[in-house]
C-alpha cells in the first residue's frame, strides 16, 4: 500500500500515545471481537430483515449463523452521539454529546469528551490489540485522535463523511484517510481509493490477518450508505434497472458494496481460526436522503420515533452461541457491555449488561425495563412496551409498541396517569444527565420539533424534513 506521509502535505498527526502501565495480557485463547457498523441504512433494506428490493446475500448468510436482535436500539438518532454512545457503553448524556458534530463547538471542544473512557481503552487495559477502521466522527482536534482513545491504530478518516471515490482536494484535510499506527502514519494516495467501502474492507481483512495470533478489538465503522451518493458503474448494473427512483437504485448498489465488504470480513474472521465475537449493528434509523426504507416504523434519521433509533443488528460467535433471535429490546449499550465481558474487561460505570445470558441461554426476561433518549427539545422513554415521546412546546406523545408498533396513536389523553408517571420517569433519569456541550443550530432545532408532530404522515412527508 502507497501512503503519503502527512507531514509532507503539512499536517502533522497525533503522536500515538504510550499504553497504560495497567494493561495486561490477554490469555492467547481469549476470543476475539468484532464490531461492524453501518451507517444511515434503513431497517428493512436486508435481507434477512425482509427486504425485497435490496440484496443482501452476504449479510444474510451471516445472520442465519448469528443470534439476530429483532428489537435493538441505538442511543441517538444521528451519528455522532450515537458513536459516543456505542464506543463508550454509556448515555452520551452523561458527558454532554448529545447533538451531532460539528455544531456550534470550537474544535479544540467537539468530540467526545476526554472524561469519558471508550471501549476501546478497556479492551486494550485487557491486553487486546485494538484498531478502528473507517469513519470516526467523534472529534477532529488532536486530543479527540482514535490514536488518543484506546485504538492502537486508525485507518479512517475523522469527518462524518467524505467522498467514496478518490479525490486530492481531501488530502492533507479531516476527510483524508489517514494510516496511523506504531511504524507508519501518513494518508491513503487519493488516486488509489478506487471506491472507499473497498478501501475499508481491505484494511480490516488486514487487520484481521495481522492479528490472528492474538485476541484483537476491531471496529469497522462503515460510511455507507451515507451520502453522497457514489456507487460503482459495476454495481450499478448489477441493480434492476426498474428500482425506482434513481437514488434508490443508487442507494441499492451503495448496499450491495457494503454487503460484499461485510462477506469478506466474515470470511477473514473464519480464516484466521479465532472464536471471535463478531457484531453487526446500524448506527441509526435511515436517513431521510438516501431513498433509505424504514418499511413498517415511523420515522427516519433524527427522530425519536422507532424509525430514528431502531435498527437491524445480530451477533455471531458459532463457537458459542446458536443461531437464532433476540425478541426483548436490547441496546447498542448492552452490545459494549458484553464486548468487554467477553474479554474480561472492567464493566464499571457502563449502562449496558452483558448479554450473554441472551444469547447463550436466550433468558426470556428483559435486560430493561427501561430506555431513554434526548436531543435537545425532544425526549424519549421506553418502559416495557409502552413508549413516551416528549416534545418541548408541542404533545407530549404515548404509543403502546406491542399493539402499535408503527406509532399511529398516541394514547396520551386515554391514559393521563400513565403519561404522567413516565414523564417523571423521564425527568428523574435527565436529573443524572448533564446539559449538551453544544448544540446544531435554530434550523435543525425547528426540523427536529416538526418531525415529532403527528400530522406528518408517510414516508415522503417524514423525507421532506432533514
Same mark, same amino acid.
Not at 76 to 99: D, F, N
Not at 117 to 131: S, V
Not at 213 to 236: C, K
Not at 283 to 290: I, R, V
Given at each position: 500500500?502507497?501512503?503519503?506521509?502527512?507531514?509532507?502535505?503539512? +499536517?502533522?498527526?497525533?503522536?500515538?500515545?504510550?499504553?497504560?502501565?495497567? /494493561? &495486561?495480557?490477554?490469555?492467547?485463547?481469549?476470543?476475539?471481537?468484532?464490531?461492524? @457498523?453501518?451507517?444511515?441504512?434503513?431497517?428493512?433494506?436486508?435481507?434477512? &430483515?425482509?427486504?425485497?428490493?435490496?440484496?443482501?446475500?452476504?449479510?444474510?448468510?451471516?445472520?442465519?449463523?448469528?443470534?439476530?436482535?429483532?428489537?435493538?436500539?441505538?442511543?441517538?438518532?444521528?451519528?455522532?452521539?450515537?458513536?459516543?454512545?456505542?464506543?463508550?457503553?454509556?448515555?452520551?448524556?452523561?458527558?454532554?454529546?448529545?447533538?451531532?458534530?460539528?455544531?456550534?463547538?470550537?474544535?479544540?471542544?467537539?468530540?467526545?469528551?476526554?472524561?469519558?473512557?471508550?471501549?476501546?481503552?478497556?479492551? &486494550?487495559?485487557?491486553?487486546?490489540?485494538?484498531?478502528?477502521?473507517?469513519?470516526?466522527?467523534?472529534?477532529?482536534?488532536?486530543?479527540?485522535?482514535?490514536?488518543?482513545?484506546?485504538?492502537?491504530?486508525?485507518?479512517?478518516?475523522?469527518?462524518?463523511?467524505?467522498?467514496?471515490?478518490?479525490?486530492?482536494?481531501?488530502?492533507?484535510?479531516?476527510?483524508?484517510?489517514? *494510516?496511523?499506527?506504531?511504524?507508519?502514519?501518513?494518508?491513503?494516495?487519493?488516486?488509489?481509493?478506487?471506491?472507499?467501502?473497498?478501501?475499508?474492507?481491505?484494511?480490516? $481483512?488486514?487487520?484481521?490477518?495481522?492479528? /490472528?495470533?492474538?485476541?484483537?478489538?476491531? +471496529? %469497522?465503522?462503515?460510511?455507507?450508505? *451515507? #451520502?453522497?451518493?457514489?456507487?460503482?458503474?459495476?454495481?450499478?448494473?448489477?441493480?434492476?434497472?426498474?428500482?425506482?427512483?434513481?437514488?434508490?437504485?443508487?442507494?441499492?448498489?451503495?448496499?450491495?458494496?457494503?454487503?460484499?465488504?461485510?462477506?469478506?470480513?466474515?470470511?477473514?474472521?473464519?480464516?484466521?481460526?479465532?472464536?471471535?465475537?463478531?457484531?453487526?449493528?446500524?448506527?441509526?434509523?435511515?436517513?431521510?436522503?438516501?431513498?433509505?426504507?424504514?418499511?413498517?416504523?415511523?420515522?427516519?434519521?433524527?427522530?425519536?420515533?422507532? !424509525?430514528? @433509533?431502531? %435498527?437491524?443488528?445480530?451477533?455471531?460467535?458459532?463457537?458459542?452461541?446458536?443461531? #437464532?433471535?433476540?425478541?426483548?429490546? %436490547?441496546?447498542?449499550?448492552?452490545?459494549?457491555?458484553?464486548? $468487554?465481558?467477553?474479554?474480561?474487561?472492567?464493566?464499571?460505570?457502563?449502562?449496558? $449488561?452483558?448479554?450473554?445470558?441472551?444469547?447463550?441461554?436466550?433468558?426470556?426476561?428483559?435486560?430493561?425495563?427501561?430506555?431513554?433518549?434526548?436531543?435537545?427539545? +425532544?425526549?424519549?422513554?421506553?418502559?416495557?412496551?409502552?413508549?413516551? @415521546?416528549? $416534545?418541548?412546546?408541542?404533545?407530549?406523545?404515548?404509543?403502546?409498541?406491542?399493539?402499535?408498533?408503527?406509532?399511529?396513536?398516541?394514547?396520551?389523553?386515554?391514559?393521563? !396517569?400513565?403519561?404522567?408517571?413516565?414523564?417523571?420517569?423521564?425527568?428523574?433519569?435527565? *436529573?443524572?444527565?448533564?446539559?449538551?456541550?453544544?448544540?446544531?443550530?435554530?434550523?435543525?432545532?425547528?426540523?427536529?420539533?416538526?418531525? *415529532?408532530?403527528?400530522?406528518?404522515?408517510?414516508?415522503?412527508?417524514?423525507?421532506?424534513?432533514?
Amino acid at each position: 500500500m502507497h501512503h503519503l506521509i502527512f507531514i509532507l502535505a503539512g +499536517v502533522a498527526l497525533p503522536l500515538l500515545p504510550v499504553r497504560g502501565t495497567n /494493561a &495486561q495480557s490477554a490469555p492467547p485463547e481469549s476470543p476475539s471481537v468484532v464490531m461492524v @457498523i453501518a451507517d444511515d441504512a434503513g431497517w428493512i433494506d436486508f435481507g434477512f &430483515q425482509g427486504s425485497t428490493e435490496i440484496d443482501t446475500p452476504a449479510l444474510d448468510q451471516l445472520a442465519a449463523e448469528s443470534v439476530v436482535l429483532e428489537a435493538c436500539y441505538v442511543t441517538a438518532s444521528v451519528c455522532s452521539p450515537s458513536r459516543a454512545g456505542m464506543l463508550t457503553g454509556r448515555y452520551q448524556q452523561r458527558c454532554g454529546h448529545e447533538y451531532n458534530l460539528p455544531g456550534d463547538a470550537p474544535r479544540s471542544e467537539g468530540g467526545l469528551p476526554l472524561t469519558e473512557r471508550t471501549i476501546a481503552d478497556r479492551m &486494550q487495559t485487557a491486553g487486546y490489540a485494538t484498531g478502528l477502521i473507517g469513519k470516526w466522527h467523534l472529534g477532529l482536534a488532536p486530543a479527540f485522535h482514535p490514536t488518543n482513545r484506546g485504538f492502537d491504530e486508525f485507518h479512517g478518516f475523522r469527518a462524518g463523511s467524505r467522498s467514496y471515490f478518490g479525490n486530492e482536494a481531501l488530502r492533507g484535510g479531516n476527510r483524508a484517510y489517514e *494510516h496511523v499506527d506504531g511504524t507508519d502514519r501518513g494518508s491513503e494516495v487519493e488516486s488509489e481509493i478506487v471506491y472507499l467501502t473497498d478501501t475499508i474492507a481491505n484494511d480490516a $481483512v488486514t487487520f484481521i490477518r495481522d492479528h /490472528a495470533d492474538r485476541p484483537s478489538f476491531l +471496529v %469497522v465503522a462503515f460510511n455507507a450508505p *451515507h #451520502g453522497p451518493m457514489h456507487a460503482t458503474d459495476e454495481d450499478l448494473a448489477s441493480i434492476d434497472p426498474a428500482l425506482a427512483p434513481d437514488r434508490r437504485r443508487i442507494y441499492a448498489a451503495m448496499m450491495r458494496s457494503l454487503d460484499r465488504a461485510c462477506g469478506s470480513i466474515g470470511d477473514a474472521i473464519d480464516a484466521s481460526g479465532r472464536d471471535t465475537l463478531f457484531i453487526f449493528v446500524n448506527d441509526n434509523g435511515g436517513a431521510t436522503n438516501n431513498a433509505s426504507d424504514n418499511g413498517p416504523l415511523r420515522g427516519m434519521k433524527g427522530s425519536q420515533f422507532e !424509525g430514528g @433509533i431502531r %435498527v437491524p443488528g445480530f451477533v455471531r460467535r458459532p463457537a458459542v452461541f446458536k443461531p #437464532g433471535s433476540i425478541v426483548v429490546p %436490547v441496546s447498542t449499550l448492552d452490545l459494549v457491555a458484553t464486548a $468487554v465481558a467477553t474479554a474480561k474487561g472492567d464493566l464499571d460505570g457502563l449502562d449496558g $449488561v452483558d448479554l450473554d445470558p441472551w444469547l447463550h441461554a436466550r433468558k426470556v426476561d428483559r435486560p430493561h425495563q427501561q430506555l431513554f433518549w434526548r436531543r435537545g427539545p +425532544v425526549a424519549a422513554v421506553r418502559d416495557l412496551d409502552l413508549k413516551l @415521546i416528549r $416534545v418541548e412546546g408541542g404533545e407530549t406523545l404515548l404509543f403502546d409498541l406491542q399493539a402499535d408498533p408503527s406509532e399511529r396513536q398516541d394514547l396520551s389523553a386515554q391514559r393521563p !396517569g400513565t403519561t404522567i408517571r413516565l414523564l417523571a420517569e423521564l425527568a428523574a433519569w435527565e *436529573h443524572l444527565m448533564i446539559p449538551p456541550r453544544w448544540t446544531t443550530g435554530p434550523m435543525w432545532r425547528k426540523n427536529l420539533l416538526r418531525k *415529532h408532530q403527528m400530522d406528518v404522515v408517510g414516508r415522503e412527508a417524514e423525507r421532506a424534513i432533514p
